[in-house]
């Protein structure tokens, strides 16, 4: 599926569970636990939450892709051989996590396009991650689906609130209730992919889309991405999307007569900024 692409790890950024890589301004992180289907276990929630981190705050990075590896699948979900009865998943020392659902927000909150690459399997929690993402591309024999209700879990969250708007909600209900596996054309036709390309296309096509996003205004999509999301995240949302008001206001004139006033301990003068209409 690599083809003649050359990413380059990203250096410093050793991990077990998953490979950060990185190709001119775009950032690839992949599930690489491929003998079980790239499920996720506690440290592999630990080790993408890393390595978002540092694709958030890298200012070279313009836009990001989650992928799986190999050809099988994107991601299975949690690890259902760590999941134990207290909650969560265990990791090595045994205290159980839901940390996934701290992963989902920080896609969301990243103020950078996340892109889904998908062959093979989307199920269950791996589901809701391509969900999360903005952007999904999917392979023709990419799966997608909900198992919850089958394995006894269910993520009433993100999982089922951004179905719903995405695919509309009797659609949604039918996913989660019936737990069916739907095909990529079956996903696009519901609008919860969008494109279907040939597997040996999936990575050259998702680099199409992050190059062109790469030629646009960083503060449009990032401005453009918060607002999508603002709605869905209540207050949550609002704020960050204040803040990226807050950050732009900090860069005008104005604002910086109010600082510098402070500092120069005199009374501010904003007379000469316009009340636009
Ligand atoms: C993904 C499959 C459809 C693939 O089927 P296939 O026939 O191709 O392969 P196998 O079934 O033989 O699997 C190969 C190999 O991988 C192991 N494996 C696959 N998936 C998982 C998994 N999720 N966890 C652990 N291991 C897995 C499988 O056992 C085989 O290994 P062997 O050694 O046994 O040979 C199919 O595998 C499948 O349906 N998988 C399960 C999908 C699933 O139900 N996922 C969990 C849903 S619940 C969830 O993800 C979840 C996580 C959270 O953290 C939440 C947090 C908060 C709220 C909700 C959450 C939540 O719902």
New binding site residues.
Partial sequence: MNGKINWTPVAGKNYSDIRYERLDGIAKITIARP???N?FRPRTVEELIDAFHHAHHAPDIGAIILTGEGE??FC??????VRGTDGG?KDEEGVQH?N??DLQMQIRRLPKPVVAMVAG?A????HVLHLVCDLTIAAENARFGQ??P??G???AGL?AGLLARTVGLKKAKEIWFLCRQYTAQEALDMGLVNTVVPLDRLEAETLDWCRQMLRHSPSSLRLLKAGFNADTDGLAGIQELAGNATALFYMSGEAREGRDAFLEKRPPDFTRFPRRP
Avoid: M, P, W
């Fill in positions: 003998e079980v289907r499920a099988l699948a299975s979900g949690g690890d259902q051989k998943y839901l996934v659902l399997y199920v269950g929690g791996g198992t919850g089958r394995v879990s269910f993520d999982g």
